[in-house]
């Protein structure tokens, strides 16, 4: 059994202690953490749970806890983790969970030396789904364009145009639409074609200094150019697109890659995903996270996920310094 506790009250959180339930029932939620007594009693209340913490050095030396799933804004996400894996608890964190290359090599440096689990929350990249893309792809010939795209309107933007500034809009949250949509395109961008040998990018910047929106162009390996479009101002509706010689795949998403299917140029079309609706979406990543704990048989894919991690969060901290998205001193120190 591996006791959960969790970080942060929001959406997100419900939702992944669902996929924990469906996907890793060893898995159990022990203990909630949050700054406010107020939202952690009340969060406590929610879920039935009766150890919660407002203190994180108690939480962190706690022995009634062995896993913290944070899900925090992102500029608090470093230090967080940090202390908890020097006191030698597992962490997974919610996306992007560092702002800065080198936060990210202290914290697995510092989970090695305390045979702990740091991994970032990617739901996509740990869904079987990815796989069958990957596959897909070689029926495809020779690819050279990709089309990838993710604009979703944020609850959080009529407070902004309010006159707000919402954590989701707040530099000093190290937030934005990168940070937040973004991500969710780097990552299998780098997952199936490897790191970029060029990179542009440019954004749209709010009154806030967040960004809302933005365009990033990689030059992949194998002369393939893909274009990103990510936002939180509106929402798009357009379909990712793997474009080869042979034929194409569409995908209605590329967060949880839904409706899957390619179509050759001899008119034929040969579906590849319908998903289960069934399957709660954060399953998969918990259950990694579970294995990546309990099994050592997973050294090596625990292995490939920190080098994709590091890969992506490379890549984020370029596009950013390109568009000029930029966060307050304190958010890069490590």
Same mark, same amino acid.
């Given at each position: 059994?591996?006791?959960?506790?969790?970080?942060?009250?929001?959406?997100?959180?419900?939702?992944?202690?669902?996929?924990?339930?469906?996907?890793?029932?060893?898995?159990?939620?022990?203990?909630?953490?949050?700054?406010?007594?107020?939202?952690?009693?009340?969060?406590?209340?929610?879920?039935? !749970?009766?150890?919660?913490?407002?203190?994180?050095?108690?939480?962190?030396?706690?022995?009634?806890?062995?896993?913290?799933? !944070?899900?925090?804004?992102?500029?608090?996400?470093?230090?967080?983790?940090?202390?908890?894996?020097?006191?030698?608890?597992?962490?997974?964190?919610?996306?992007?969970?560092?702002?800065?290359?080198?936060?990210?090599? !202290?914290?697995?440096?510092?989970?090695?030396?305390?045979?702990?689990?740091?991994?970032?929350?990617?739901?996509?990249?740990?869904?079987?789904?990815?796989?069958?893309?990957n596959e897909a792809m070689k029926k495809l010939g020779d690819i050279h364009m990709v089309k990838l795209d993710f604009c979703r309107y944020s609850s959080k933007y009529p407070e902004y145009r309010e006159g707000g500034t919402p954590n989701i809009f707040n530099p000093k949250m190290a937030a934005g639409g990168l940070m937040d949509?973004?991500?969710?395109?780097?990552?299998?961008?780098?997952?199936?074609?490897?790191?970029?040998?060029? !990179? &542009?990018?440019?954004? &749209?910047?709010?009154?806030?200094?967040?960004?809302?929106?933005?365009?990033?162009?990689?030059?992949?390996?194998?002369?393939?150019?893909?274009?990103?479009?990510?936002?939180?101002?509106?929402?798009?509706?357009?379909?990712?697109?793997?474009?080869?010689?042979?034929?194409?795949?569409?995908?209605?998403?590329?967060?949880?890659?839904?409706?899957?299917?390619?179509?050759?140029?001899?008119?034929?079309?040969?579906?590849?995903?319908?998903?289960?609706?069934?399957?709660?979406?954060?399953?998969?990543?918990?259950?990694?996270?579970?294995?990546?704990?309990?099994?050592?048989?997973?050294?090596?894919?625990?292995?490939?996920?920190?080098?994709?991690?590091?890969?992506?969060?490379?890549?984020?901290?370029?596009?950013?310094?390109?568009?000029?998205?930029?966060?307050?001193?304190?958010?890069?120190? &490590?």
């Amino acid at each position: 059994m591996v006791r959960v506790c969790t970080v942060g009250a929001g959406w997100v959180v419900d939702s992944f202690l669902e996929g924990m339930k469906q996907a890793a029932p060893d898995m159990v939620h022990s203990a909630v953490y949050s700054f406010s007594e107020a939202e952690a009693k009340m969060f406590s209340e929610k879920h039935g !749970i009766t150890t919660v913490f407002t203190d994180l050095e108690k939480l962190a030396k706690s022995d009634e806890v062995d896993a913290v799933y !944070i899900a925090n804004p992102n500029a608090l996400h470093y230090q967080t983790a940090k202390i908890l894996l020097e006191n030698g608890k597992h962490v997974l964190c919610e996306k992007t969970c560092v702002v800065t290359s080198e936060q990210l090599r !202290i914290l697995y440096e510092i989970a090695d030396k305390n045979n702990v689990i740091f991994m970032e929350a990617m739901k996509g990249i740990y869904m079987p789904e990815i796989q069958v893309i990957n596959e897909a792809m070689k029926k495809l010939g020779d690819i050279h364009m990709v089309k990838l795209d993710f604009c979703r309107y944020s609850s959080k933007y009529p407070e902004y145009r309010e006159g707000g500034t919402p954590n989701i809009f707040n530099p000093k949250m190290a937030a934005g639409g990168l940070m937040d949509m973004g991500i969710y395109l780097v990552y299998p961008a780098i997952y199936w074609f490897g790191v970029p040998s060029k !990179i &542009a990018a440019d954004a &749209a910047i709010l009154r806030t200094g967040a960004d809302a929106c933005g365009t990033v162009l990689f030059h992949s390996a194998g002369n393939v150019h893909i274009t990103m479009s990510y936002g939180k101002a509106s929402t798009s509706h357009h379909e990712n697109l793997i474009m080869g010689d042979l034929g194409v795949i569409h995908m209605d998403s590329v967060e949880r890659f839904d409706n899957c299917y390619i179509e050759y140029f001899d008119g034929k079309k040969e579906h590849l995903i319908t998903r289960d609706l069934s399957v709660n979406p954060w399953g998969p990543e918990t259950k990694q996270f579970y294995d990546f704990i309990t099994d050592p048989s997973t050294a090596e894919r625990y292995a490939q996920s920190k080098d994709l991690t590091t890969k992506v969060i490379a890549a984020v901290e370029e596009i950013r310094d390109l568009a000029d998205i930029k966060f307050p001193e304190e958010c890069y120190k &490590a």
